[in-house]
């Protein structure tokens, strides 16, 4: 099931339905998606959450989630965070366990004492990087368009105007994202980001 502009139901060409259900696309959906997607399922279906906490309250008994990274450690305020904080451990409680693109989330989990490190347990760390022996490395001249793969959101906050080689101009910074999968595996191999820097 995925968040959609209009109720739909479609078939992917590796023979995977797909289920559209109409809610606002950006954040304030959540909610809605997550009560109408309940409503959707049947008892037995197992659940994925491609984001987990975008799914409260709503949590399925049997699911599971993926967590992709701590965002909410920007200048937030105080009430974003709290609320944050909530839906998050809310996630923990619900699903049956956790597969973390980073170690950040685990650890900020951590922080929150005994309570936290019990559901720490229930996460699972699988790395999020590029393999540059399967990703080669070319030469390119001066004048030659440089393309970065980031596998984190490429935003201030990460870190993109403190390297002396590169500076990011919003200008020159488009999104195209795009996601390599490894079809034959069915699995998620990265999801990355392409930009145009300037030098």
Not at 64 to 92: F, N, Y
């Amino acid at each position: 099931m995925q968040k959609g502009f209009r109720n739909f139901e479609t078939t992917c060409p590796d023979g995977i339905p797909v289920i559209g259900i109409k809610a606002e696309v950006r954040a304030k959906g959540d909610m809605l998606f997550a009560r109408r997607a309940r409503r959707v399922a049947t008892k037995n279906d197992v659940w994925l959450y491609a984001s987990g906490e975008d799914a409260w309250p709503y949590f399925a008994d049997n699911s599971k989630a993926i967590q992709h990274g701590i965002w909410w450690d920007g200048p937030q305020r105080l009430h974003v965070r709290l609320v944050q904080r909530v839906r998050v451990l809310s996630m923990l409680r619900a699903v049956r366990s956790v597969l973390c693109v980073d170690t950040n989330f685990i650890n900020w989990v951590r922080t929150l004492g005994p309570s936290g490190y019990e559901l720490t347990k229930k996460c699972t760390y699988l790395p999020n990087y590029v393999d540059t022996s399967k990703l080669p490395v070319t030469r390119r001249g001066p004048h030659e368009r440089l393309s970065i793969i980031t596998a984190r959101r490429f935003e201030p906050k990460r870190g993109t105007r403190s390297s002396p080689i590169l500076s990011v101009k919003s200008g020159l910074a488009h999104a195209v994202a795009f996601s390599l999968c490894d079809r034959s595996a069915r699995r998620w191999s990265a999801c990355c980001s392409r930009l145009r820097v300037s030098r």
